[in-house]
């Protein structure tokens, strides 16, 4: 069976929290439902849960929405068109963009885990 993950955890997933309360904001990926056909939610209980196909989906929409400064009509467009599978040995294509900050954040989640790894499995000598 496929993992799903409700949409406040896809909330904190993709760090759409809000200042103030510190809760997850759950609207933002709804209004994304509305705008991005692609997007549909598995409802289980009246709740919202998302496959992880759909969570890469939602993270490139993130990606190029907040860190590309681009458009709904833009993201629409090159979901459509299928720009995002580019070739991977152009550098300056949106995928690549994309795989870049993904990697980026993984080995960033990697190296903070063993730190913590080292900072309690040294044992004292003294």
Do not use: C
């Not at 799903?4 to 200042?19: A, D, F, G, R």
């Not at 939610?41 to 919202?48: G, Q, W, Y």
């Amino acid at each position: 069976m496929k993992k799903l993950i409700n949409i406040s955890e896809l909330s904190k997933m993709l760090n759409l929290i809000n200042i103030k309360t510190q809760k997850p904001s759950n609207h933002i990926i709804r209004y994304w439902e509305k705008e991005f056909p692609i997007i549909r939610p598995v409802f289980i209980k009246n709740r919202r849960y998302f496959t992880e196909k759909q969570v890469n989906i939602i993270k490139l929409i993130k990606h190029l929405l907040k860190n590309k400064g681009m458009t709904i009509k833009g993201v629409k467009k090159i979901l459509k068109l299928k720009i995002n599978n580019l070739d991977d040995y152009d550098l300056y294509s949106l995928k690549a963009s994309y795989d870049k900050e993904s990697i980026r954040i993984k080995s960033k989640n990697i190296l903070d885990k063993i730190k913590e790894i080292k900072k309690h499995g040294k044992k004292n000598s003294y």
